[in-house]
């Protein structure tokens, strides 16, 4: 019996990550009619945390980073995983998953953009026209077509604002992170990252003795909190980086643009959230956006990997998710 061909294998793991990352957002919303966003945070990376350091240790690969790095990677751990996933969860409580799952989408273009500002990147015509794309697409989503005081007030809307700007976090963490992920590696810089943001969550845990809420926690929801920790934190990494290491990096990246999908589905499907017009036109128009800023762009394939991991780094998930 012969074994699938190596590029197959790439492709379905890039596949499978991008599956679990476009879930997250459903399970994270199951999770929270139990789990207040603290315990659910500090749970789902705790298992994130182990998953990643037992992966390190499988490849013998260093747990603790070089101390000229710690400075940064703090930095990091407080955007991008305990300040993202603050905002982020927060805003999922008065939001939906499809909704949520389409203004994620407009992470790279803000990446683009910080990027232009503080490194000094060109951003031409065609990534303000991608920039213009996606803020449209942004706008459609967040007021359902229709911009008054009474869609504004909703509860919503406040949380479709978190979201979005828990996408600004995430392209803070991706900028931050360029450098050291290059001198670590994916998996360490990561893992460190992850360690900083989940150590952070740990008083707000205790204070509101977030322990006490496991009591009552249903089996849909242990399997939800466990979903994201070992499956999004952590599996998908996995996955993520096995694809990285066998097909370019730009390949690895054009599954990203299905995952919006694979979130509507889920959330249809496993919430019964509905879909309305004005969100699925606005989506496309984020995604129409993003694939405009990053057209024709010719980094290395190392760089690019790494900012394509970063972008999916806690959610992804964190995952942005």
Same mark, same amino acid.
């Given at each position: 019996?012969?074994?699938?061909?190596?590029l197959?294998?790439?492709?379905?793991?890039? @596949?499978?990550?991008?599956?679990?990352?476009?879930?997250s957002f459903v399970a994270t919303k199951a999770a929270l009619r139990e789990v207040s966003p603290v315990t659910l945070i500090f749970t789902r990376f705790a298992l994130g945390v182990a998953v990643l350091f037992l992966i390190l240790t499988i490849r013998r690969e260093p747990l603790i980073p070089p101390r000229s790095t710690w400075p940064m990677l703090a930095a990091m751990g407080f955007v991008g995983i305990f300040l993202h996933q603050m905002i982020q969860v927060h805003g999922l409580t008065l939001t939906t998953a499809v909704r949520?799952?389409?203004?994620?989408?407009?992470?790279?273009?803000? *990446?683009a953009v910080l990027a232009a500002v503080f490194l000094g990147e060109? @951003?031409? !015509?065609?990534?303000? @026209?991608?920039l213009f794309l996606g803020a449209?697409?942004?706008?459609?989503v967040i007021s359902r077509g229709e911009l008054s005081s009474r869609v504004l007030a909703l509860p919503a809307t406040r949380g479709d604002l978190l979201v979005l700007a828990s996408t600004v976090t995430w392209a803070i963490y991706t900028i931050l992170g360029r450098d050291i992920?290059?001198?670590?590696?994916?998996?360490r810089a990561t893992s460190a990252a992850m360690f900083i943001g989940w150590a952070l969550m740990i008083p707000f845990f205790v204070n509101t003795a977030g322990w006490q809420e496991y009591r009552s926690l249903s089996s849909t929801s242990v399997i939800a909190i466990v979903f994201l920790g070992v499956g999004c934190s952590g599996l998908g990494y996995l996955f993520w980086y096995a694809a990285l290491e066998r097909i370019d990096a730009s390949q690895v990246a054009a599954f990203l643009y299905i995952e919006?999908?694979?979130?509507?589905?889920?959330?249809?499907?496993?919430?019964?959230? !509905?879909?309305?017009?004005?969100?699925v036109l606005g989506g496309i128009l984020v995604l129409v956006g993003v694939v405009t800023v990053q057209r024709r762009e010719r980094?290395?394939?190392?760089?690019?990997? *790494?900012?394509?991991?970063?972008q999916r780094g806690g959610r992804r998930g964190s995952d942005q998710g």
């Open positions: 019996m012969t074994s699938a061909p190596p197959l294998v790439a492709r379905l793991a890039a @596949f499978a990550a991008v599956i679990l990352w476009g879930i949520t799952g389409w203004l994620i989408g407009l992470t790279p273009i803000w *990446s060109r @951003f031409g !015509s065609r990534k303000a @026209f991608g449209v697409g942004a706008l459609l992920l290059k001198r670590l590696g994916s998996a919006p999908l694979v979130t509507l589905l889920a959330a249809v499907a496993l919430l019964g959230e !509905s879909v309305a017009v004005t969100t980094a290395r394939p190392a760089t690019e990997a *790494s900012e394509q991991t970063l």
